[in-house]
């Protein structure tokens, strides 16, 4: 709830009367402002090189700027009531995604049927003014107050955290990767961009006239790239692991192939990719908008019922993989319907136990609670109303789901419904294993490249120790 706001009605202004407001300008801001104007200049856009000279310029608007004095004198002084006769606007300076802005406002003049002048300017964190006018408005006739309540949240739908992996990312090395079957235009193109961001050297193993088609129809030069022909998808599979095992490759990537083909090669226990007992498991790398980290979902495409040591080597997984995309110390929520432990819920038996299993040093690198419902393992207000005290409960990083089921409709929800982006790799084999879909779109085709080239690099370049 939003403090109640209260004005000054005209009787009570005086001349000299003053009020202001302090605001950090955000990229946020910035979308915001463009997508309700319909401004899209990109001067004004965070990331876009609006002049051609090489850099992003983030210069929020003139009218953006503008809009702040409104907003005192909406909401302050006079306050609750007020309505715009007319503003001058003289603009003497810019402001940039990151600053902190100050508006203020002075009362000059009282006039006629409760006409007031206000002197209006905006100044940076240095007092230098950016923009200076002059205000006239209608000022209430009665004392208000106004309790905004509950105002409509706005999500600003962007990935900035899909950005930090592909800007870890870069400085790797392009890894060696295995692509089998790519032999529809949207698994080969899925491929080519990767290596065209230097994420990975592709290996295009399948049928090379299919491969040949789906270039033609994507429009890809495959001059540069290795193929590899094979005309059966368990060959082709089986291919891609014989080239991890002899370090012809780091990584496989999945074509248009089934899943269930590509992976029956990998696990296969004579010549598979299997790495000691682990058991494999999917893990979905999500940027979701609005919060303020990474969150990961596991395992949504793999194991469909799994028992308590599957359940740890899925968390094992899960860690290794966060530890590998600079993730300090993951924390992983197993999840289940309710936090507390009930017999008649196996989910919460499994999860307490596994809480007990990373105490103990059975699960390491990060830490592990549960049981946790949904809304105490990503929220810490909703945590704190149940009584839970954990250095978990609320800052989740990684959600473990009791079956894949629910994992995996917890993941499509998260797409679907919340705007999320999704890549993901299959942590637990020799090498990671990108999964791609059909339905996922280049940003979530490259991060899932990056993820896997993280994995494969044990975590991102460091710099020299200081």
Same mark, same amino acid.
């Given at each position: 709830m939003r403090p109640a706001m209260h004005n000054t009605p005209f009787d009570a202004l005086t001349v000299g009367m003053e009020a202001e407001h302090v605001r950090v300008l955000s990229a946020d801001d910035l979308y915001i402002f463009a997508n309700s104007s319909g401004n899209l200049n990109p001067m004004h856009l965070p990331k876009e090189d609006g002049d051609g000279d090489g850099h992003p310029e983030s210069v929020a608007p003139g009218m953006w700027v503008a809009s702040l004095i409104s907003a005192v004198l909406g909401c302050q002084l006079p306050g609750p009531g007020t309505l715009y006769r007319s503003q001058t606007l003289r603009f003497t300076g810019l402001a940039h995604a990151g600053d902190r802005l100050t508006v203020k406002v002075r009362l000059t003049a009282k006039g006629e049927d409760r006409l007031v002048r206000f002197d209006t300017w905006v100044e940076r964190e240095d007092g230098t003014r950016i923009l200076e006018g002059e205000a006239e408005v209608v000022a209430p006739e009665k004392p208000l107050s106004f309790a905004a309540g509950e105002m409509p949240g706005l999500t600003v739908q962007r990935h900035v955290h899909f950005d930090r992996l592909l800007a870890l990312a870069e400085p790797l090395p392009a890894i060696p990767t295995a692509v089998v079957a790519p032999e529809r235009a949207d698994a080969l193109a899925g491929a080519i961009l990767a290596a065209?961001?230097?994420?990975?050297? /592709?290996?295009?193993?399948?049928?090379?006239? &299919?491969?040949? $088609?789906?270039? #033609? $129809?994507?429009?890809?030069?495959?001059? /540069?790239?290795?193929?590899?022909? @094979?005309?059966?998808?368990?060959? =082709?599979? #089986? $291919?891609?692991?014989? @080239?991890?095992?002899?370090?012809?490759?780091? =990584?496989? @990537?999945? !074509?248009?192939?089934?899943?269930?083909?590509?992976?029956? =090669?990998?696990?296969? &226990?004579? !010549? !598979?990719?299997?790495? !000691?007992?682990?058991?494999?498991?999917?893990?979905?790398v999500m940027d979701v908008p609005g919060r303020d980290q990474l969150l990961m979902v596991t395992d949504a495409a793999i194991n469909i019922a799994p028992d308590l040591q599957c359940k740890a080597d899925i968390i094992q997984n899960a860690i290794d993989l966060a530890l590998a995309l600079g993730i300090e110390q993951p924390k992983a929520g197993v999840l289940s319907a309710v936090e507390t432990i009930n017999p008649a819920i196996p989910s919460t038996l499994d999860a307490a136990i596994l809480s007990k299993m990373a105490e103990r040093g059975q699960i390491t690198g990060g830490l592990v609670d549960g049981p946790l419902a949904m809304d105490n393992a990503l929220n810490l207000a909703a945590a704190t109303t149940k009584g839970i005290t954990s250095l978990v409960a609320g800052h989740a990083d990684i959600l473990v789901a009791p079956n894949m089921e629910t994992g995996n409709m917890l993941a499509k929800q998260l797409i679907y419904l919340a705007g999320a982006q999704a890549g993901g790799v299959v942590m637990g084999a020799k090498c990671p294993i990108v999964l791609t879909s059909r339905s996922d779109d280049d940003k979530a085709r490259l991060v899932s490249c990056a993820v896997a080239a993280l994995a494969a690099a044990g975590g991102p370049v460091r710099g020299p120790a200081t």
């Amino acid at each position: 709830m939003r403090p109640a706001m209260h004005n000054t009605p005209f009787d009570a202004l005086t001349v000299g009367m003053e009020a202001e407001h302090v605001r950090v300008l955000s990229a946020d801001d910035l979308y915001i402002f463009a997508n309700s104007s319909g401004n899209l200049n990109p001067m004004h856009l965070p990331k876009e090189d609006g002049d051609g000279d090489g850099h992003p310029e983030s210069v929020a608007p003139g009218m953006w700027v503008a809009s702040l004095i409104s907003a005192v004198l909406g909401c302050q002084l006079p306050g609750p009531g007020t309505l715009y006769r007319s503003q001058t606007l003289r603009f003497t300076g810019l402001a940039h995604a990151g600053d902190r802005l100050t508006v203020k406002v002075r009362l000059t003049a009282k006039g006629e049927d409760r006409l007031v002048r206000f002197d209006t300017w905006v100044e940076r964190e240095d007092g230098t003014r950016i923009l200076e006018g002059e205000a006239e408005v209608v000022a209430p006739e009665k004392p208000l107050s106004f309790a905004a309540g509950e105002m409509p949240g706005l999500t600003v739908q962007r990935h900035v955290h899909f950005d930090r992996l592909l800007a870890l990312a870069e400085p790797l090395p392009a890894i060696p990767t295995a692509v089998v079957a790519p032999e529809r235009a949207d698994a080969l193109a899925g491929a080519i961009l990767a290596a065209q961001h230097t994420l990975i050297e /592709p290996i295009l193993v399948g049928h090379a006239l &299919r491969i040949a $088609e789906a270039a #033609e $129809e994507a429009g890809i030069d495959l001059a /540069p790239y290795r193929i590899v022909d @094979m005309r059966d998808h368990q060959l =082709a599979a #089986e $291919e891609a692991v014989r @080239m991890v095992l002899n370090k012809e490759a780091a =990584a496989v @990537m999945k !074509g248009h192939i089934h899943t269930d083909i590509l992976l029956g =090669a990998i696990v296969k &226990r004579d !010549g !598979g990719l299997r790495k !000691g007992g682990r058991r494999l498991s999917h893990v979905f790398v999500m940027d979701v908008p609005g919060r303020d980290q990474l969150l990961m979902v596991t395992d949504a495409a793999i194991n469909i019922a799994p028992d308590l040591q599957c359940k740890a080597d899925i968390i094992q997984n899960a860690i290794d993989l966060a530890l590998a995309l600079g993730i300090e110390q993951p924390k992983a929520g197993v999840l289940s319907a309710v936090e507390t432990i009930n017999p008649a819920i196996p989910s919460t038996l499994d999860a307490a136990i596994l809480s007990k299993m990373a105490e103990r040093g059975q699960i390491t690198g990060g830490l592990v609670d549960g049981p946790l419902a949904m809304d105490n393992a990503l929220n810490l207000a909703a945590a704190t109303t149940k009584g839970i005290t954990s250095l978990v409960a609320g800052h989740a990083d990684i959600l473990v789901a009791p079956n894949m089921e629910t994992g995996n409709m917890l993941a499509k929800q998260l797409i679907y419904l919340a705007g999320a982006q999704a890549g993901g790799v299959v942590m637990g084999a020799k090498c990671p294993i990108v999964l791609t879909s059909r339905s996922d779109d280049d940003k979530a085709r490259l991060v899932s490249c990056a993820v896997a080239a993280l994995a494969a690099a044990g975590g991102p370049v460091r710099g020299p120790a200081t």
